[in-house]
């Protein structure tokens, strides 16, 4: 908190400050028109493969260049973490380390059941079982191989040897060539495994990460944008059309992408419930919007093409005396309940000195597919890392590992349209089980920790990471607070002390990727004022200093939180001001210049300046998102009302300062800098 630069005033920057781009550091300095993120300082940003340097004391007041390298860094969360920008996460990957004859319950269970405590449930792996061959030359092995010499090995050897050497897809054409893939492969009808991506809760993680956001629904409930506007589209015609694009983009095989192709418009205007009648039909529509038909079309095109036809089916319905809107929102339920749906296509074995798969795109098997899982099997080998690339961005999923080193389960899933490659294998057999990943109706819609989810390898990490590891970026340390994107009963009595376990989609990324990072940080209702709870900071600032103290720092898993249960209260109406009558959380319309000046002095006024004094010490990121009835308040007087206030979730981080993240403050540096 020392470090923190408090302003003595109440903030007036929302007059400049577009909601969650607040920065309390800009107070004083409205930003000049023209600044933006030219003449940045490359020099500071530190290499995440070097130590850090040493702390040199940062200055007063940051120069221009180090504040907009800091701009820069905090607009790539933003990115992260906004709307389409979610697609940013293209990749995921996680370890399942082996808990190896643990035995069963006595209910026959590998997973004790444990009482509805599933959050605190252990998954357990048990040898990997591989039959192959046919009749006579069939085997069996199980992975891991407990010793050399036994049959389980011999196996091992005659199943690497069975393998057919692997082919790949080239203009459309299966073809070998070792320069490109060198490989042995099995299809799904020449061997059988026991490995279960659901049962180890792999399946649930890459749905919770991978499944796309869904446009719509990010988008301001109410308002119209203004090509809505400019087409006569009502806010709800306008969703639909974003729901029913949306979908189109999913159900294709580029989910990560956010443009859809003009080969996708027959289906998409027939989900609007105004289908194209045949192919004169669809070539007018074409010449009419200057659209090739192997092109993409953009979002205006759209809403000028359907805008279009639902005027005309209005027309027409109208003469016939019958009105409807367009179509039930049949598309909204498929989009809430999607899932997704692991299908296993191929086991693959890369052997060393030389086994590869030079960089390419998976060919897609239908329409439906949106991804890729790739699970690497316990046997030893050297070099053979999954490079994903999307973006000019790589994430590289390095799974090499020694005989009777660590045995693990480890495991890659990423969009269709990610570039990946098998790096060389030096040395051993690197084996892995490929999925194809379909978008599916989905069950329900939470899940358990991500129990083998590996955070280090989420990109907003090493966004975060490269971030800390920046002298520009809050030198000074300082909060910031992440709007959560998604709903959760946290004010429900009972479910709110499952919140932080339930994190969904972006939050979880988020939440998973800030641990990493080992930041401090904890869930805080925030009102639609953005106002936190008046001790929110002090009680950061107080784990933070209890988790120093406690160094090594401790694996606290989940974040604390501070969600409040609901809360019924009856209000008398009565005007005394006494200290209990003022409302401690007051909502939106509420701030000090409202409250008269008999109140300044008592605890509510307290309170509330409180309050927003930490309001303006964090740094915003994100702001929409659905909000929870946090509050039911029910007034009586001359009549009886019920109350009803709205909050918002927030993850609440501190940032060291530079000085204590580079290690010459009071502890080592809490960033792994590999
Ligand atoms: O084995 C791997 O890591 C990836 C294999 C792959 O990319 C493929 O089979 O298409
Ligand atoms: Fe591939």
Known sequence: MDDIDVPKSTCQCADYMEWGRHD????????????????????????????????????DLPDAAAQAREQTLLDGFREVLAGEGRKATFTCGGRLPFVLRSGRTPTGDLTPRTEGKVQEQKILTEHVGLRFGKREESGKTALPIDGQGTAAERAFRDLVRGCKPATFGRDGKDVYDEEYRRAGALGVDEFMTDFCPYKTGIIDIVTQLLLPPIVGDLAPGSERSELAVQHHLTAAHEQQIRYAVDYEIQASNRPASTRMRVSQLPSLLANLNVPLTDQ????????????????????????????????????????DGAVRTPGPNELRRKMLYRGI?????????????????????????????????????????????????????????TWANEWEDERAIQWAAFYSDCEHEVLE??????????????????????????LSLQPLQLPLFRQLQEALADTDFMPKGGYIGFMLAHSYPHTHPQLHHFVPNMLKGSDMVLYEAVHAAQLICALETVDDNALPREDALEDLDALHQADCRRWPRSDAHPPPSHLAATEIKYEEDDDEACEDNVDMHPSDDEDLSDMDESEEGTLGYRVLKRRMLSREQIVWIGGGGPQELSKVHLAYGNQAELKVKYTKLALLVKVMSWAERSGSGTRENPVSLE
């Open 341 to 397: 749906r692991a299908e296993l296509y191929k086991l693959n074995v890369y052997s060393g000195p030389s086994g590869l798969f030079k960089p390419h795109v998976d060919t897609p098997r239908s329409d439906t597919q949106i991804g890729s899982l790739v699970v690497c099997l316990p046997a030893p080998f050297q070099g053979g890392a999954l490079a994903v690339r999307h973006q000019g961005q790589e994430i590289l999923h």
């Open 24 to 59: 309390p550091r800009n107070h004083r300095r409205p930003p000049q028109p023209g600044q933006s993120g030219t003449g940045i300082q490359t020099s500071h940003s530190a290499s995440s493969t070097q130590g850090p340097a040493p702390a040199p004391e940062p200055p």
């Open 425 to 450: 294998v030096t040395a051993g057999h690197r084996l892995t089980l490929t999925y194809n990943l379909f978008l599916a109706p989905g069950t329900g819609l939470l899940a358990g920790n991500p």
């Open 280 to 319: 004169p039909d669809f070539h007018h529509t074409l010449q009419t919007f200057d659209l090739q038909p192997a092109g993409k079309v953009t979002f205006p095109n759209i809403f000028a093409i359907v805008a279009k036809r639902w005027h005309a089916k209005r027309l027409a319905e109208e003469q």
